[in-house]
């Protein structure tokens, strides 16, 4: 909508997939563009950010080929910071194709070098002042960019009663869910992280599940507005994903999977209500993983039979990757959640 | 809807001379407009344009049990002569109608007979302007596209308001006559019990300051207009209500009416959809489900209830409705 000054706008819009009469998927093809777009803009309008200007960002996931994408068309003069445990060969091609600077930090423990990655980009910050650092975990607009997500849902649903969402740096669904609360007050927000990460209390630990979750704490989740929240395993999201693809022939990513897996076992739970679940990314970065039959074959512990339903906890816990749990929230703050399971 | 401009044969001049305007050749005929009130609007705020900027936009709330009616009567060159004598803007818009129809230096009569109460927020002014547009239109034997009449509207008043488009939702850019977007559709089935809050003394609109809205605001009001859609493509009077309790409650903390919690209580009391404001008047209604059964009943309670609560200005009136409510 936006300017049309060049197509990438389009990428924005999701496509709607009716996953039950009561389901309403919102599909992206790369849905990080949304928010990197919008803070790009917020940045430029604000003075922070010149035309063709330098730009840098710690990623090493779609947030980093969205800024790429953007700064392909708009010019800027984007720097990457990655892991090499956490940047795959394919990526990294396709971000320097693009034109960006991509930096690898070695990480032989497969750590993700989370710390080594932030002071490699405060040198770049006080090598060049004037760049500007998008921080897609903190920064405010990566949440009112997902103003346009809660239009389109209100424009194609209508009423929305409950929305799901996969949780790494809070901003689509804290986003989009704060602005359907304002229309909505009743709506339940369900918040889909994956074990071993940090967000909902866990120690953080070796995730499989890429896209969700996260090791730091981003200001961007805002806990207070959770109703309820489920750890997803990742076999049963890849599993999911599989199955979108085969019952739907919609080819999206595993964190996709492991939302319309949440979502339609709500949409099963409750009829009346009306769902809409956020799809993030398409399949393509996953050929060779998740779509690839003998990648999964080598993992210990696949295949699963997808739980019909998740194990309701009393307590925040932390299970295998086989597993799918779910703990009643109920809106607290993290703090408050945490103090009271050790009062208990 | 009303808005049929009814054009009436004038007697040719004694003198035999015609009413010739200048550049354009032809009679002038005396000529009457028809405008609608509303009842403030459903929404208000700002939103992207298919340019990509802001604009300041509305959906307006018609209100077609009061009106204004304006009569054209031609009478040689000269000035534009008004009845009440202060409805200078109306005289304005008649003589920017003529310009815009190639007439110049037409001279004559124009007399504004409106029931519809000044400085409340029903949009009187925009109502005579738009009267006066199209009672000029007449005139000349000319009806005018929507688009026009709203783009006069704006030449004469700074701002007007959609009430051009009748039943048609839009959300219309109120300082520059422009359309933001074409809903496709009527308005929700509604039966509104609107009443006065707050200040007795009526505001002059245009003197207000403008709203500064701040991000989340902005964003917000997208979620707001994506809903309208759907609301009007399903008729769905739940939705609309929505719609404008949010848009009210923004409203809240620019331009704040007191008793504004008590009233949207009393509306959630009585099953109602929402509740709905004069962005920039003392007005507010209480929208109801018009197909519901049973709405008259919970419609003429909530407007006793609101009497005895001390609120003025009371009145209950339909928005696309057939005629008869279910009992």
Redesign the interface.
């Known amino acids: 909508?936006?300017?049309?000054?060049d197509f990438l706008t389009t990428y924005e819009t999701p496509r709607l997939a009716r996953l039950a009469p009561n389901l309403f998927a919102a599909c992206f093809s790369l849905m990080k563009i949304l928010p990197a777009r919008f803070m790009l803009e917020?940045a430029q309008a604000a003075g922070r950010l010149q035309p063709g200007g330098p730009v840098a960002e710690t990623t090493s996931g779609t947030f980093g080929l969205a800024l790429a994408m953007l700064a392909a068309v708009r010019g800027f003069d984007l720097t990457l910071v990655s892991a090499a445990s956490l940047l795959d060969e394919t990526l990294r091609r396709r971000l320097e194709h693009l034109g960006a600077k991509v930096h690898v930090i070695d990480d032989p423990e497969g750590s993700g070098a989370q710390s080594e990655r932030l002071n490699r980009l405060k040198e770049i910050l006080e090598d060049c002042p004037e760049t500007f650092w998008p921080q897609q975990y903190d920064n405010p607009?990566n949440r009112?960019?997902?103003?346009?997500l809660?239009?389109?849902?209100?424009?194609?649903?209508?009423?929305v009663d409950c929305l799901v969402g996969c949780v790494g740096s809070g901003g689509s669904l804290c986003g989009t869910g704060s602005?359907?609360r304002?229309?909505?007050p009743d709506l339940t927000i369900i918040a889909v992280d994956t074990h071993r990460s940090v967000l909902f209390g866990h120690a953080p630990g070796r995730r499989l599940l890429r896209g969700l979750g996260n090791s730091i704490m981003p200001l961007n989740l805002r806990h207070e507005m959770v109703d309820e929240i489920h750890w997803v395993g990742a076999f049963p999201a890849f599993a999911s994903a599989l199955r979108l693809h085969h019952d739907h022939a919609l080819f999206m990513g595993p964190t996709s999977g492991a939302a319309a897996l949440v979502a339609a076992w709500y949409a099963r739970r409750y009829p009346d209500a009306l769902i809409g679940v956020i799809m993030p990314d398409e399949g393509h970065r996953y050929q060779h993983t998740i779509y690839d039959d003998r990648w999964l074959a080598v993992l210990e512990g696949w295949p699963i039979v997808v739980p019909h339903e998740p194990d309701t906890l009393t307590q925040v816990e932390a299970r295998g990757e086989s597993e799918w749990t779910r703990l009643f929230w109920d809106r607290k703050a993290l703090r408050t959640m945490l103090e009271a399971e050790r009062g208990a | 809807m009303v808005q049929n401009e009814s054009t009436a044969r004038y007697d040719q001049p004694k003198s035999g001379k015609t009413l010739n305007g200048g550049r354009k050749e032809g009679l002038l005929q005396v000529g009457v407009g028809r405008a609608i009130a509303h009842h403030g609007e459903l929404l208000q705020g700002v939103f992207e344009g298919e340019d990509g900027r802001l604009h300041r936009g509305l959906v307006t709330l018609p209100l077609a049990a009061r009106k204004s009616t304006v009569t054209f009567w031609p009478n040689g060159e000269g000035a534009i002569r008004c009845r009440p004598a202060n409805r200078k803007k109306a005289a304005r818009a008649a003589a920017l109608t003529f310009n815009h129809l190639g007439y110049s230096k037409v001279g004559g009569d124009l007399t504004l007979e409106s029931d519809i109460p000044v400085g409340h927020g029903y949009g009187s002014s925009t109502a005579d302007v738009i009267a006066a547009i199209r009672a000029a239109a007449a005139a000349a034997g000319v009806i005018l596209r929507r688009s026009t009449v709203c783009k006069l509207a704006v030449e004469a008043e700074e701002a007007s308001d959609a009430i051009a488009y009748g039943d048609q939702v839009v959300l219309f850019a109120h300082r520059e006559g422009l359309i933001l977007e074409h809903f496709g559709g009527e308005y929700p089935p509604l039966l509104v019990v609107g009443f006065r809050i707050g200040r007795a003394r009526p505001i002059a609109t245009l003197r207000l300051p403008r709203a500064r809205y701040d991000g989340q605001e902005i964003e917000q009001f997208r979620v707001l207009r994506g809903l309208t859609s759907h609301a009007v493509r399903q008729q769905d009077p739940r939705l609309i209500g929505r719609v404008a309790t949010a848009s009210a409650r923004i409203s809240q903390h620019h331009l704040a009416k007191p008793r504004f919690e008590a009233a949207v209580k009393l509306a959630e009391e009585h099953g109602a959809c929402g509740i709905q404001v004069a962005h920039s008047g003392t007005l507010l209604g209480v929208l109801f489900d018009a197909d519901e059964r049973g709405v008259a009943a919970r419609a003429a309670v909530l407007a006793e209830t609101l009497g005895q609560a001390g609120f003025l200005g009371i009145m209950t009136f339909t928005v696309n409705v057939d005629g008869t409510l279910l009992q």
């Open positions: 909508m936006s300017g049309g000054d917020r607009d009112l960019a997902y103003g346009r809660a239009e389109w849902m209100t424009r194609t649903i209508g009423r602005f359907l304002e229309v909505f």
